[in-house]
């Protein structure tokens, strides 16, 4: 057999093209057949074992012949088991390895990037931390997909992603048990439609994660916050990705982007319209990923343009975009991209907080070209202010919200008639102030109705007396968010007793100040 040629044309190739085509140290087969000068042989090659990383085998044959004929063979995943220990994110380049660690104090997602022999969670994390799962110590969960809940997990299974938060130090790493590679040629996750899953890695070498239209994502969390998608999921990262279809999908993770031997830098791609991106930053948490526009190819329905809005599992400020009328079960999305053909346009926004304190400020980036003679305006509307974005004004930093309610700001964009006709009729729609209204009517029987306006949510109260300062009845006391609200006596007391003719005061009390109304019941 002509060990030598076979030897010079096959290894050699293979090896140079898989390290360059990869980036990674992927080796030859040990055991192929091949057809050498028409004749049908059999070739062997021994890979000594320290040619054999933990990262897998992964296998691609070209044979050319003396006419340079060549075929290429599919890649062919091959096993490998490793010891204890070889998984080291302190030492494996990977997600946690820029910030020496794990950090301390702070919800972080990971994944395990392996397939672990005894993946139980107690071997892999807890005799790493020495102490049991606790508030003061470290916890870690699994979302479930189908409910939208955490629960801790008793496995740490390749290629999902946890929540993990240590209070223990400020980096911390993790040994995981032996394993062993395989589905390099691609590991398969099946998603139900229109719902979030969390998923990790499952190789210990960066994974290319150019996903198609079917689904959003990954993304990943700071700690701080949900970042825009990312086109590489590193190993031990935690990431989050959304079944856009409305059909069930399965989402394949492969070493292989393609002909491995062939494969080649794509372009990126041209923006094909404007973007004005939006991000919010408090103390501690933030949100940079969020979007509203025009490209050529959107709709003005939910399409795969559109990002939904992620899950949390502690603290959180986010801006969101409630689209209910869209139907389905994506409602509340992070980007709402539009039509192309259309030009004027309003996005609803809302910034929603929790375990959030001190001002948020909030920033924006034009991406693209506006059409000409067009413009972008934000509104709070809490506060009554406009922002013209296109001059480059800056919102103020934005105060006085609440957990109970969101804080509302509204984007309008298009022609400078329609932003500023749309601005004019949301300012003459917002309360001035707080405010109640005299009943009407007055005097009445035997219903009257009492109107009262919040020009940001907070705790208020409604109450009924009579001359003498005794209370009658309540008729609202609680939390209420901004706007317009409507209430009805009855001329009844708490009891549900009616009361006699005569004079009484509506008292309104809300953000320390109080208003009060004379009525009048005849009967």
Do not use: C
């Not at 899953?197 to 239209?213: A, K, R």
Request: without cysteine; aromatic residues 12%; glycine residues 10%.
């Amino acid at each position: 057999m002509p060990t030598n040629k076979a030897d010079d044309r096959i290894p050699v190739r293979l090896r140079d093209a898989l390290d360059g085509g990869l980036g990674l140290a992927l080796r030859i087969a040990n055991y192929f057949r091949i057809m050498l000068e028409g004749d049908p042989g059999e070739y062997s090659y021994t890979i000594p074992g320290s040619d054999i990383g933990f990262t897998g085998l992964l296998v691609q044959i070209k044979a050319v012949d003396g006419a340079n004929n060549d075929t290429l063979t599919v890649p062919l995943s091959v096993p490998v088991s490793y010891p204890a220990e070889t998984l080291d994110s302190g030492t494996l380049p990977g997600m946690f390895t820029s910030t020496n660690g794990i950090p301390d104090s702070t919800w972080r997602l990971f994944s395990a990037p392996g397939f672990l022999t005894n993946s139980s969670l107690s071997l892999n994390i807890g005799d790493e931390l020495g102490v049991e799962s606790g508030d003061f110590t470290w916890k870690v969960f699994a979302f479930n997909s189908n409910t939208g809940s955490y629960a801790a997990p008793s496995n740490l299974l390749a290629g999902v992603g946890y929540w993990i938060n240590q209070r223990l130090k400020s980096g911390l790493n993790f040994k995981l048990t032996a394993g062993q590679s395989k589905d390099l040629d691609g590991f398969e996750i099946d998603m139900e439609p229109e719902t979030w899953y969390l998923i990790g890695n499952p190789f210990p070498f960066d994974l290319s994660s150019t996903f198609d239209g079917r689904f959003f994502g990954p993304i990943t969390y700071d700690g701080s916050g949900w970042s825009a998608e990312q086109g590489t999921m590193e190993p031990w990262g935690g990431y989050a990705v959304y079944n856009r279809s409305l059909d069930a999908e399965t989402l394949i993770l492969s070493a292989v982007p393609g002909p491995l031997l062939l494969a080649k830098a794509t372009e990126p791609e041209q923006l094909d319209g404007w973007l004005m991106h939006l991000a919010v930053k408090g103390e501690y948490y933030t949100d940079i990923a969020n979007s509203i526009g025009r490209i050529k190819g959107a709709s003005e329905q939910l399409d795969r343009f559109d990002a939904p809005e992620p899950p949390f599992i502690d603290g959180y400020i986010t801006l969101v975009m409630e689209r209910p009328e869209w139907g389905g079960n994506l409602t509340a999305l992070s980007s709402d991209i539009r039509s192309w053909e259309e030009t004027d346009g309003t996005w609803d926004l809302q910034l929603r907080t929790k375990n959030s304190t001190g001002p948020i400020a909030l920033t924006t980036q034009l991406e693209g070209d506006l059409p000409a003679g067009n413009k972008v305006v934000l509104m709070d509307l809490q506060q009554r202010a406009v922002y013209d974005l296109t001059a480059g004004e800056v919102p103020a930093a934005i105060t006085g919200y609440s957990e109970r309610y969101p804080y509302y700001l509204k984007v309008m964009a298009g022609s400078a008639e329609y932003v500023d006709q749309a601005v004019d009729e949301v300012l003459a729609q917002l309360p001035v102030d707080f405010a109640l209204a005299q009943n009407y009517p007055n005097p009445f029987n035997p219903t009257t109705r009492l109107q009262y306006s919040l020009i940001r949510p907070a705790p208020v109260s409604l109450k009924i007396y009579n001359l003498l300062g005794q209370e009658i009845t309540t008729l609202y006391e609680g939390w209420q968010d901004l706007g317009r609200f409507e209430v009805v006596w009855d001329g009844r007391d708490r009891y549900g007793n009616g009361v006699a003719t005569g004079i009484y005061f509506a008292v309104f009390r809300a953000q320390g100040r109080m208003y009060t109304r004379k009525m009048l019941l005849l009967k």
